[in-house]
Each structure stands twice: as C-alpha cells, then as structure tokens.
C-alpha cells in the first residue's frame, strides 16, 4: 500500500512539474503590458524558445512568436505564444497564445470567470466557436477560438487560443 501511495506522489509531481512549465492565465495578462526584453527574459525562464521577432513598421504592429516544448524535429509544439505590439503606445499591444490541452483551456476558462470577466458575446466564425469575455473595471477583452486542424494522418486536434487586448483597442478593431 505504501508503495502504491509513493508512486502515485512522484507521478503527482511530475505531472505538476511539466505544466508548472507553461503560462497561468495571470502571467498571460501582466505579460501584455510588459517591454520587450521582460518578455523575452521571462519566457525564456519558464522554457520558452523565441521563433521569431519582428519589428513595427508601416502602421503593422511588431511580434515577437515564442513555442513551449517544441518538437526538435518540425515545428510543432504543446504551445504558441504571440506577443504583438505598438511602438506608439502599449494601449495597443496584444497576446495571444495557443494550447492545445484541454485542462490548459479548462483552467483558463475558469480563471477568467474568477477574475470577474463576463461573457459578452458567442458565434461561430469560419467553422470556429468564438467567445469574447469582458471586464468592465480591468478595461480588457479575451477572446476565446476553439478551432479543429487535422495533422498530416488526417488526425483530428483541436485547438484552442486566448488573445487578450486593451478593450479600447478591441473596440476598435470590431467596429
């Protein structure tokens, strides 16, 4: 019986081990408002790799695009973090990532509904489910897609993404 208890605890820790890796939907929204060099120097403590980095230019907002354990062969991962942003001003900056477990969606769903966030609205976009939640006093927007991608054996995934952005800016964009 000890055996089995002891067992189950170091299995118990290393699942906590691998997703205490991975973003809280908390870190997900200070990170939104952050410079450049703290989000890179925070991603990459918490293992994070950079894939690319592009500066704003011509009105197009700049990325910074960042993968949580991926693969060493293609280019795919358990995460995608998109980080865009204004050299104007950080109103403007978004952050989006994408995951693809559904205790990652599950967790952040609920943080959401915790923090106070409402739903404000639901639609299906392009064969997506959409959900857009609200916080009338943290002045920001989520928006949440649920999409299906099939892999090349035609295995169906789905995936999900939260985008988080300044509510002014949001409005903006959806007018």
Not at 130 to 152: A, F, H, L
Request: proline fraction near 1%; hydrophobic fraction near 35%.
């Amino acid at each position: 019986m000890l055996r089995k208890i002891v067992f189950l605890f170091v299995i118990a820790l290393f699942n906590n081990n691998c997703d205490a890796q991975n973003l809280t939907f908390d870190q997900l929204i200070s990170l939104r408002v952050k410079a450049l060099s703290d989000i890179d120097e925070f991603m990459t403590s918490k293992n994070w790799t950079m894939l690319n980095a592009d500066e704003p230019i011509d009105g197009k907002m700049g990325k910074l695009q960042f993968a949580y354990n991926k693969s060493n062969y293609d280019d795919k991962a358990e995460s995608f973090l998109y980080y865009y942003y204004s050299s104007t001003s950080n109103i403007y900056n978004r952050i989006s990532i994408q995951v693809h477990k559904i205790n990652t969606y599950n967790n952040y769903v609920s943080r959401i509904k915790i923090l106070g966030y409402i739903l404000k609205r639901s639609y299906v976009d392009d064969g997506d489910l959409v959900k857009i939640y609200q916080s009338n006093t943290k002045g920001i927007t989520i928006k949440i897609r649920t999409s299906m991608q099939q892999d090349e054996l035609s295995v169906t995934k789905t995936l999900y993404s939260f985008t988080v952005y300044n509510t002014l800016d949001f409005n903006l964009l959806n007018q």
